[in-house]
């Protein structure tokens, strides 16, 4: 068992009615299921702002100016292929003005395409009743903190 870490930042995405976008991963190892924000690892020479717009627009194809230059940090701690990953890494936020935006997924990696399912815009108030753990635990902390004003305070 290897814990590693890898830096990271994540998007939350939001429509005009609050609605949260999430994906909804299988776990290569083992074949479980979990909800997340877009985003993923930050490259070498990389800030977490340029990780979480490149990452954003390479998951769902939304706009990545769209990402608004101001982070929380996160603490993770999570099972995923075989190995813990923990760490703190960046959440940001973006506002989109089309309810449910579609979402383009041309720019997977391959391993991505396998093991993405698919994606929710989700009701804040509905988290909890998703049928499969939403990573991080406590999401509805980070959206007060990133969006105080928001249905969630």
Known sequence: ??????????????????????????????????????????????????AARRELAEETGLDPAAVLDHSVPVDRDLWW????????????????????????RTGLLPDERANLDTHAWVVWSELGRLPDPVEPPRLEAVLRALVPDGPWS
């Open 1 to 50: 068992m290897e814990t590693s870490h890898r830096p990271a930042a994540r998007v939350i995405c939001l429509d005009p009615a609050d609605r949260l976008l999430l994906l909804r991963w299988r776990d290569p190892f083992d074949g479980s299921w979990l909800w997340e924000p877009p985003g993923g690892g930050i490259e070498p020479g990389e800030t977490p702002l340029e």
């Open 81 to 104: 292929n075989g190995g813990r990953h923990v760490g703190t890494e960046r959440f940001f936020v973006a506002r989109f003005g089309t309810e449910r935006p579609r979402l383009v």
